[in-house]
């Protein structure tokens, strides 16, 4: 099976980490992966993006013009990317800062508030791993132990002592992801 994934925002919400995270957790399976970011020179506060293909065959191309998912997290990022999920696809949003939500009728959107569950567990650093719970809770394309074993990979050692605090948070995504709508 092949899951392509877009992930796009602003640099500064952990974009690229979540990528760089479902990437390692789908080498830890011995999946086939690709990760591929985008991002401005301004980087922080600039718009973001990583394409993040899983796959247990073989990958041509890490350019991909149709997702089976995307996790958008601003108005700019649902704008460009929209358009560009697969018909019976799946959209996540944090609707925090949206003006209009997604417009699509073939798709299934789901809404994560991970930025008010950010603020309410006091750490907004956690809120790119709440939305990698909610992702994870959709679509479970790769398994926990295995996200945590890329999260130990991708942070330096001396933030291990995160690693608990990371947990909870992917674990709260699970809990607080919600489809606001199915496709048809």
């Known amino acids: 099976m092949t899951q ?3 992930i796009a925002g602003f640099g500064g919400q952990g974009v690229l980490s979540m990528g760089k995270i479902l990437a390692y957790s789908g080498l830890m399976e011995n999946k086939e992966v690709s990760w591929f970011p985008s ?22 191309s890490p350019i991909v013009n149709e ?14 990317f ?3 999920v697969k018909p019976g696809g799946v959209l996540i949003y944090d609707p925090n800062g949206f003006q209009h939500p ?3 009728k ?7 508030e991970a930025v008010d569950t950010a603020t309410q567990m006091k750490n907004s650093k956690a809120f790119n791993m709440i939305v990698m719970g909610g992702l994870l809770k959709v679509s479970p394309m790769v ?3 295995n996200v ?6 991708s942070l330096p050692e001396r933030h291990h002592h995160l690693l608990p605090m990371n947990e909870q948070a992917i674990l709260k995504g699970m809990e607080v992801i919600e489809e606001v709508q199915k496709p048809g």
């Open 4 to 6: 392509e994934i877009i």
């Open 39 to 60: 991002y401005g020179p301004e980087q922080r506060g600039g718009t973001a993006n990583v394409t993040v293909i899983l796959s247990d065959d073989p990958i041509s």
């Open 143 to 145: 398994k926990l132990e």
């Open 106 to 112: 073939d798709i299934h959107v789901y809404k994560i």
């Open 67 to 80: 997702y089976d998912i995307a996790i958008i997290l601003n108005q700019p990022s649902l704008e460009k």
């Open 102 to 104: 997604p417009k699509r």
């Open 148 to 153: 945590m074993l890329g999260l130990k990979k």
């Open 82 to 84: 929209e358009p560009h």
